[in-house]
């Protein structure tokens, strides 16, 4: 009972309020032992399904199964390859087959235990499955905790660029353990510090000042400042998402550095991580945005991206081929590149109007 007293104490909760409902996001070390018990205050349903992958799945499949079963859920389990590369339709389509024929109900929630691929493909599953079946964020990566598991956006990618195929489905609920972080590469910790970075860069200049010392607690994995941060994000996360939940403007500041990002991801064939994409993104957001006039110091971003440990240069990417590729973004508006820039640190601005000429100088500026 004192265990669970302490554990209960140790978890931050961020409420997302919505047209269509709220939810919370729940921030705890040794969380996913807890999740059974706290979907069970959200659901009466009989039966759970968990969408994972082969990396992740090997790892905290397990805990996660058990806490669910000791909390009366009877489990399906449905396991996709790594990789963005697997992020298809094609990849899919067995998992739709296996959950029906274990005749999943419309209360049934789908669990996304992953990162922002298994997020985006388990909350389209769960968006389109009988119209529409609960859903729940159980996400293991930083990047899928700060960004991808708040605020709806599912999806699956396409030959002619990512999420093209996709719905908004908002989760019920969102369980985030930082213990989880523990086992990741070094590299993945740094794709999600390329979020973080873009959240202060966009709403926070005074976070943005002093998020160095942070960056360097959060790469020797302590705990307290990991935790801090994955709240910190999230807030910001969710008051955006809140104010412009199906991106109709505000929130699509939360793309700064995304539609050179993903443009860098689709001609790279994903050698470049979502995060080290963004984090190139960025850099060249803040290129144009210095170019237009804008208060941004460059240097500064781009010494604070490096801290991260993650790419401001070294691009060897056709930039041609990479204009062409930001052409088939799904923000393009009457055939307009749309833009996120910075006026200044902390403050966003979306532009439709930036010369062709001056975007593939921003790519450039990548090499």
Do not use: W
């Amino acid at each position: 009972m004192t265990d669970k007293r302490l554990q209960l104490r140790a978890v931050n909760f961020v409420a997302v309020n919505l047209p269509s409902g709220k939810y919370a996001v729940s921030i705890g070390a040794g969380l996913l032992a807890g999740v059974g018990g706290e979907l069970r205050k959200l659901s009466g349903s009989a039966k759970a399904a968990i969408v994972t992958d082969s990396h992740v799945g090997a790892i905290h499949l397990s805990a996660l199964e058990s806490s669910l079963k000791a909390a009366g859920f009877e489990v399906m389990c449905a396991t996709i390859p790594a990789g963005e590369q697997h992020k298809t339709m094609a990849m899919l389509l067995p998992v739709y087959d296996q959950f029906l024929s274990g005749k999943i109900e419309r209360s049934t929630p789908i669990l996304a235990l992953g990162g922002g691929v298994i997020g985006d493909m388990a909350g389209f599953l769960a968006a389109t499955i009988l119209r529409g079946v609960p859903f729940v964020q159980v996400p293991t990566t930083l990047l899928a905790m700060v960004d991808a598991s708040i605020g709806g956006k599912t999806g699956v990618d396409h030959a002619q660029g990512k999420n093209l195929i996709g719905a908004f489905h908002q989760p019920i609920g969102v369980f985030a353990d930082p213990r989880t972080l523990a086992t990741l590469p070094e590299g993945q910790i740094q794709s999600g510090l390329a979020e973080c970075i873009k959240h202060d860069l966009i709403r926070d200049g005074n976070a943005f000042a002093g998020l160095n010392a942070v960056i360097e607690r959060v790469l020797k994995m302590d705990m307290e400042a990991v935790s801090e941060l994955v709240a910190h994000n999230v807030t910001i996360k969710a008051r955006v998402v809140e104010a412009d939940p199906f991106e109709k403007g505000e929130r699509a500041h939360l793309n700064l550095g995304h539609t050179f990002g993903h443009a860098i991801e689709s001609v790279s064939r994903y050698s470049y991580s979502h995060g080290q994409s963004v984090a190139l993104g960025m850099c060249a957001a803040a290129y144009v945005s210095q170019k237009l006039g804008y208060d941004v110091d460059r240097e500064q971003i781009v010494a604070t991206i490096r801290k991260a440990g993650l790419p401001t240069g070294g691009v060897t990417l056709d930039p041609n081929r990479v204009f062409e590729a930001m052409q088939f973004d799904k923000k393009v508006k009457g055939g307009r590149i749309r833009l996120v820039l910075l006026e200044s640190i902390g403050k966003a601005v979306v532009r439709d109007d930036v010369a062709a000429t001056l975007i593939l100088e921003g790519i450039e500026s990548l090499r």
